[in-house]
Structure formats: structure tokens, C-alpha cells
């Protein structure tokens, strides 16, 4: 097997809610190779997203470490009592994940999660703006675009450039999130329930599409509950009581 | 890159945004406005006190005057900082018109005319003195009464639509009068104060000179001069005419030029003890208007000589009263002494205050010099002498409206408090309503400060955007203010804010100055930025997972 892209460790992550606390992950482990296709199933609430969120570094385990490229994501866990506190960017952990989410993670959500305000192409094309300086995308700005149209053409979506979120299909908006993820060339796609807002058809089409990367080479890290959707991908995980087991 | 393209989108998107605009807008407007009118009024205050008065004052605040003041006047003469000094008096009296019971209290001014015209603004704000000049004189004069050409072919009167009336004789006033009048209209100075008349039509259609304000007129005969010679009394504009709302004078045909006033004073000695009251006829030769009610309402002017004379404040000969013999002089006293100075000497400015305090140490001097031999209360006279600036001597006007203009502004400005208030609840209400926005932001790679930074730039958009345009809107309400006022009360007179028969000044001041605009932007800016920092730091400490998970 080859060196892995991505190491979780130990992951554990517990939710207080006033008295009551819940341990959604009591010590993950899980390792992704580079090209690898992994899906992680769950019973609704087994903390599949947290787990996706925390390998994303979009959310700060309580303990456990993830590894990216053997490099710590997250401040060793003494250090670790404020997500983004002043230790994490002293430490450079939160310039480090913001650089990950910028460049080498790509994330698409179950509800889409694309702004209002903008339109496809900007929805997607903000994504590379948010890695660049104003002197850099002054320099990159038109390669930045040829990108993003050549993106947004695979996904299908070259007709609908300038149209609004509000104004796309379900199985539109999740292309457009898909694009998104990808504009910048990410190392792992992970994805959170992609079809779950979808139809049968259009969650059948993104699969398909989500498929298609996979053979180009593309590693991903999806969540869902659906064994349909589970079942495309190389690997299957199963969340339960915490832990993460093969299927 | 990705902030200015977002706080720009949202500033355009987000129509709540245009509230806070709104805000920052009316409250800049506002604050400039105040700051504008306040400013210029104290500026007016200022220029016409100035105008008044020269640049220094020399005074000893005393009804009996101060001696020595022809040899003050004539030491400073050669001092290359003066231009020129004039002594003037003051008193009190009592105006009252004659054939009528018509009585003012006035305060008395004895002035030489011709150096008081180079001393100060006095000459600007006279009448008859623009439309007839060189015929203002406080010397003894008879009553101009206008007559009729005689030897001129008559004028064809017409009426507005051109239709002939009739024929009528030329109208004229007694030659230096009618020269002045011909020379004055030659220069092409009009009258723009009074409401034209179907006679003044007839007369500018006939192209003959038009007779401004009010005289004497015997339509059977040339004109003449007329009645006993009395000496010449300028009176305060606002004795003689009644001002109107528009700011005009309506004047009186019962108060022609020439008619006879009677001023009836109190003198007081060099001691400060009254003596009896007198009483002088004069003749009214113009009239006069500094733009200060004060005094407008309650100032005569009359020559110098004449009222030092009346109030036996001229040299006299020192008499002993037990011997009756001939003891010595007692020095003439005036009140004052108004010096118009070089404003640089050399190429270099000349210091005002410094210079005002060298006029009052030599002033001073003269009660221990052994030039002059002054009596007890001569010498008490000379020690209480003061010279000061303009500034200074009006500082008891001026002060307490700049402190007052200070307050208004200051007040103005914390009520735009709201403003920067309003922001941050907009902002605080945007960051809420964006929070899973902000979240999406920051999946993607946002950092805390780059979110920060776009309510920020938010604050400041909507800063730049509101003050820029409340500056103009103020601008052009400041620059436009008396049409706007005009209008104003055109459409419902009890409307009218500025009343010209109130106030001192003509307008409304219109002038907005630069640097009130740079503040009032930079405050502004500022104001709304700060509004915006709370919002910026809530949204930049949001979690990325809160932020999407936010319902």
C-alpha cells in the first residue's frame, strides 16, 4: 500500500449540550491513500459528518490527530481548548488548516451551501479568489476564469453561467457545489451526503459524475447513509458507536 | 481580493445596507449644514465687526473720554505699521423727528467722515452715499427739494404696454445732487433695493437717471435747497427704515433726506459730573448700515468736532475758582481711537497683538512724561486706556457665538452617533442573517481576520458611500439655502426660519469650507467603520462548522 494521503488517529470528539454530554467519536482511525475512493456509513446522528468536518479541518477534535502528508492538522491536544485561539495561529495550525481548505481539501454539502448573492460563475470562481492576493489574482485572474468555465463545462453547467443559486435544480446546485470543490484542484474531495437533498435521478447522475473523478484520479472521502451510493466506492466504513469499522 | 469583491456585493445586494446609507448620509448632511451655517454666521460676525472698528481700538471704556489723543494720533502717524487713525466720541441722546412726537434713545458717534471712510467699511454701508457720492457730509447743509426742468423738452410718459400717457416735465435734484446722481448712474450703479414703480419705468424707459429714496418735491418749480443749515447726522438704517422679511428697507416719505432731527444730550465733565443737557438740530444726510442690529437700531453719526464741542470735550482754558485767573488748558477728550494698520512692513507681517501692546505702553507713558502736564482725573483718564485688536474689544460678541457654534456642532455630532449606532445593527442583523455564509467562507478557505475584514470594508463602504453623498446633499442645501428658505416661505410664510427683520444678516451664510467636508467625511468614515467592529469580530470568531450549521 502506499504512504497514505490522510491519517486520522484516534479522533474523539464529544458535543456538550448544557448537562449532557454526547461522544459522537471515541477514537477514529482511519487512513487514505492517495487516488482512494472511501466511503463512511452510519446511522443518522453516528457523527459521520463531524468525523468528515474534523478530516476537512473544519472542526477541531477534542483528541485523536489527523495527519496530512504526515503533517499534524491540529495543535497537539493540550493546546487545543480554543478551536482558533490565539496558540492555534501562533502555532500556525489554523494558518495551516485555512491553507488546506484553500488549496488541497475540496468540500460539497449536503445542502449545497453556495451564496445567494452571487451567480454560478462567481460562486464557483471565489473559491480560487480566496487563495489569491489582490496582486496575484491580478495575475491570475484570467486563468483563474479559463479554469473555472472549463470546470463548470464538465460539469454540464455551461449554460447556466449566470444564473442565481435560487434559480438552479437540486441536482444543479450540488454540481455547481461539485465544481466548486474542484476549481482549485483539491488533493481529497470530501463529500457530505451529496445526493441526500437529490431525487433518484439526479443523486444516479452525480454519482455517476462523482465516479468519473474517481477514475481520473481523484481521492474522496464521502459520508452517507444510502448503501447504493456507499457502494461505488472503493472502500466502505461503518460509524458506529464511535469508531470507525470496515465493512 | 476576494473581500472587496464580497463587501461590495453585499453593499449592492443588500438593500438593508441602504438604510445605513441613509443614515450616514443625513447625518453628514446635517453636521455639515450646522457647521456651515454656524461658521459662516461667526465669520460675518467677525468681517463686520472688523469693518466697523479697524484693526486696533484704543479705548478707556469711560463716558468722559481720554486726553492726549490729537498728540497719540500724531506720534503713531510715524510709525511705519499705521496706515491711519481717527479719534471718534460717544454718547448718549435722545433722536427725535421733527413735526412728529417720534423719539429713539441713540447712542451718539462724533466721527471725521473722511478718515473714518479710511479706517473702516463705514462708507459701504451708507445709502444715499452710493447713488449720490460725495454728497454724505456731516458739515451744515440745506435740504435738498427736487424740482423740474424748466428748459427740458417734457417726457412722454408710458405705461408698462407701451401706450403713451401724456407728456410730464423732467425731474431734477439741486445741481450737486444731480451731478452726483448723473456721475453715480454714468458708473452704471443701480438701485437694486427698492421695488420698481410705474415712475421709475417711465424714467428707465426714458433713459433719465432714476431719483433713489425719498425727498422734498415742489413739481411747480427748479429744484432748490431749501430751509435753515444744520449741520449733518448719519442715522442708523434701522432707525430711519423699517427692513422688510426679504431683507429690503421700506423707507418713509415723512422722513425725506434733509428733513430736520433734533438730538438732545447729556455732557459730562472731565471730572465725570453731567452738566446741562443741550440740545442741536440736524439734518438727516443719509443713513447707515454695518449689518449689526445693535447697532443700527441705536447709532447716530455725526462730525467730531461738533459733539466734542456739544459735550464741552473740547480744549479749554483752565480757570481756578477761587482767583478766576487763567491756570492752564484742559486737554480735548474723545472716546476712542480707531487705527487701520499696513498688514505687513517690510515684506513681513506685522504681529497685531504685538503692535497693540506697544500702542498702549506708549499711550500709557504719557501720564509720567514731562511733555505733557495733566491734571488728577486727566491723568486718571490716561492710566485706564487700553489698546486692543479688533478681536479683543469685540470678543464679548464673538466669544460667546464661537462657543456656541462649538456647542451646536458637538451636539450635532453625538446625534450622529446613531448613525455609527445604526451601522453596527445592521451590520450585527447582516452578520446574523450571512452567519452560514460565513461559514461557506470559510470551508473554502476564508480566514478570521479576511472575514473580519469584509464587515469592516462593509462599515467603511457604507462610511465612504453615505458621507460622500451627504456631503454634497449639505454642500448643495448649504450653497442653495436662501432659495430653499425663499421657497420655504413662499409656500407657507410661517415657514420663513430666517427673518431678515430679525436678524443682522441679509442671508443665511452659504459657504461651505473645505476642511469642514474633510472632517465631517473622515468622521463620518470613521463612525461607521467603528460601528462595524463588533459585527467583524463576531463574524471572524465564528467556527466554520457553527457557522454552516446555523439555522
Same mark, same amino acid.
Given at each position: ?92 495550525? /489554523? ?86 470543490? =474542484? ?13 441526500? @437533498? ?38 466502505? =466504513? ?10 | ?118 479706517? @473702516? ?37 408710458? @405705461? ?54 425719498? #425727498? ?95 459735550? #464741552? ?48 505702553? #506708549? ?17 486718571? =483718564?490716561?492710566?485706564?486706556? /487700553? ?34 449606532? =445604526? ?129
Amino acid at each position: 500500500m502506499s504512504s497514505p494521503l490522510l491519517v486520522a488517529q484516534g479522533v474523539q470528539k464529544t458535543y456538550v449540550m448544557g448537562r449532557v454530554q454526547l461522544r459522537v467519536l471515541r477514537g477514529c482511525d482511519l487512513r487514505v491513500a492517495p487516488g482512494e475512493f472511501v466511503a463512511i456509513m452510519g446511522k443518522s446522528g453516528s457523527g459521520k459528518s463531524t468525523l468528515l468536518h474534523i478530516l476537512g479541518a473544519l472542526d477541531v477534535p477534542q483528541a485523536g490527530q489527523v495527519l496530512f502528508h504526515d503533517e499534524p492538522v491540529f495543535a497537539p491536544p493540550g493546546r487545543r481548548r480554543f478551536a482558533t485561539s490565539a496558540l492555534d495561529v501562533l502555532y500556525g495550525y /489554523e494558518r495551516r488548516r485555512i491553507h488546506y481548505r484553500r488549496f488541497a481539501f475540496g468540500f460539497v454539502f449536503q445542502f449545497y451551501h453556495l451564496l445567494p448573492e452571487l451567480n454560478v460563475l462567481e460562486n464557483v470562481l471565489l473559491a480560487r479568489m480566496v487563495g489569491a492576493s489582490t496582486f496575484v489574482w491580478s495575475r491570475q485572474r484570467a486563468r483563474a476564469r479559463a479554469d473555472t468555465l472549463a470546470v463548470l463545462g464538465h460539469m454540464g453547467l455551461a449554460e447556466r453561467l449566470r444564473h442565481r443559486p435560487a434559480e438552479l435544480s437540486g441536482g444543479e446546485r450540488q454540481r455547481v457545489a461539485i465544481a466548486r470543490a =474542484l476549481v482549485h484542484k483539491p488533493q481529497i474531495l470530501f463529500a457530505d451526503e451529496p445526493t441526500g @437533498n437529490l431525487d433518484a435521478v439526479a443523486g444516479a447522475e452525480l454519482m455517476s459524475l462523482i465516479k468519473g473523478l474517481h477514475a481520473e484520479g481523484q481521492t474522496i472521502v464521502m459520508v452517507t447513509h444510502d448503501p447504493t451510493v456507499a457502494g461505488q466506492a472503493d472502500r466502505i =466504513l461503518r460509524l458506529e458507536d464511535g469508531q470507525l469499522r470496515q465493512v | 481580493m476576494y473581500k472587496l469583491f464580497l463587501t461590495l456585493r453585499y453593499l449592492r445586494k443588500r438593500r438593508i445596507a441602504y438604510f445605513a446609507i441613509a443614515a450616514v448620509l443625513l447625518c453628514t448632511a446635517m453636521v455639515l449644514i450646522v457647521m456651515s451655517v454656524m461658521g459662516g454666521f461667526l465669520d460675518q460676525l467677525k468681517f463686520k465687526a472688523r469693518g466697523l472698528l479697524g484693526d486696533i481700538i484704543v479705548d478707556n471704556k469711560s463716558y468722559s473720554g481720554f486726553p492726549l489723543y490729537e498728540e497719540f494720533i500724531a506720534d503713531i502717524a510715524q510709525w511705519p505699521e499705521i496706515q491711519v487713525a481717527t479719534p471718534v466720541l460717544y454718547s448718549f441722546g435722545l433722536l427725535r423727528f421733527q413735526d412728529t412726537a417720534q423719539t429713539h434713545t441713540v447712542r451718539v458717534v462724533g466721527i471725521r467722515l473722511e478718515e473714518v471712510y479710511e479706517v @473702516n467699511a463705514f462708507k459701504h454701508g451708507l445709502y444715499y452715499e452710493k447713488y449720490y457720492p460725495g454728497t454724505t457730509t456731516l458739515a451744515e447743509q440745506q435740504q435738498p427739494v427736487i424740482g423740474v426742468d424748466l428748459n427740458a423738452e417734457p417726457i412722454e410718459l408710458k @405705461n408698462s404696454k407701451g401706450e403713451v400717457l401724456g407728456r410730464g416735465a423732467r425731474p431734477l435734484l439741486p445741481p450737486p445732487y444731480e451731478a452726483a446722481l448723473q456721475k453715480s448712474w454714468a458708473a452704471g450703479v443701480r438701485d437694486d433695493e427698492t421695488p420698481p414703480t410705474e415712475w421709475t419705468e417711465i424714467c428707465r424707459d426714458a433713459g433719465i437717471p432714476i431719483i433713489v429714496g425719498e #425727498h422734498e418735491v415742489d413739481p411747480s418749480g427748479p429744484p432748490v435747497l431749501t430751509g435753515d443749515s444744520w449741520p449733518g447726522l448719519i442715522i442708523g438704517r434701522d432707525i430711519i427704515a423699517k427692513r422688510l422679511a426679504d431683507g429690503t428697507y421700506k423707507r418713509y416719505s415723512m422722513y425725506p433726506r434733509g428733513c430736520v432731527v433734533t438730538l438732545t444730550m447729556i455732557p459730562t465733565t472731565g471730572g465725570g459730573s453731567v452738566d446741562t443737557p443741550i440740545k442741536q438740530p440736524f439734518r438727516y444726510t443719509d443713513d447707515s448700515r454695518t449689518g449689526i442690529y445693535e447697532i443700527d437700531s441705536q447709532h447716530v453719526y455725526c462730525d467730531f468736532a461738533l459733539l466734542q464741542k456739544l459735550l #464741552h470735550m473740547d480744549a479749554a482754558e483752565r480757570v481756578d475758582p477761587e482767583s478766576g485767573a487763567v491756570v492752564g488748558t484742559v486737554p480735548a477728550r474723545c472716546s476712542q481711537i480707531q487705527i487701520k494698520i499696513h498688514e505687513t512692513v517690510g515684506g513681513r507681517p506685522v504681529n497685531v497683538k504685538a503692535l497693540a501692546q506697544r500702542l498702549q505702553e #506708549h499711550y500709557l507713558s504719557y501720564a509720567t512724561s514731562p511733555r505733557f502736564k495733566l491734571s488728577i482725573g486727566d491723568t486718571q =483718564l490716561v492710566e485706564y486706556v /487700553e489698546a486692543m485688536t479688533w478681536e479683543e474689544s469685540q470678543s464679548h460678541i464673538i466669544a460667546p457665538v464661537e462657543k456656541e457654534r462649538q456647542l451646536v456642532t458637538m451636539l450635532f455630532a453625538i446625534i450622529s452617533l446613531v448613525a455609527a449606532v =445604526l451601522v453596527l445593527c445592521i451590520l450585527y442583523m447582516i452578520v446574523l442573517q450571512k452567519t452560514r455564509d460565513i461559514g461557506i467562507i470559510k470551508a473554502i478557505g476564508g480566514s478570521s481576520g479576511g472575514v473580519a475584514l469584509i464587515f469592516i470594508s462593509y462599515g467603511a463602504a457604507v462610511g465612504i458611500v453615505g458621507s460622500t453623498l451627504g456631503t454634497v446633499l449639505g454642500y448643495y442645501f448649504v450653497r442653495y439655502i436662501n432659495p430653499i428658505q425663499d421657497w420655504l416661505t413662499r409656500v407657507n410664510p410661517a415657514w420663513q426660519v430666517w427673518d431678515r427683520s430679525v436678524y443682522s444678516f441679509d442671508e443665511i451664510p452659504h459657504t461651505v469650507r473645505g476642511h469642514d467636508m474633510v472632517a465631517v467625511i473622515v468622521a463620518a468614515i470613521a463612525a461607521s467603520t467603528l460601528g462595524s467592529l463588533l459585527a467583524a469580530w463576531r463574524a471572524g470568531a465564528m467556527q466554520p462548522v457553527e457557522a454552516l450549521r446555523h439555522e
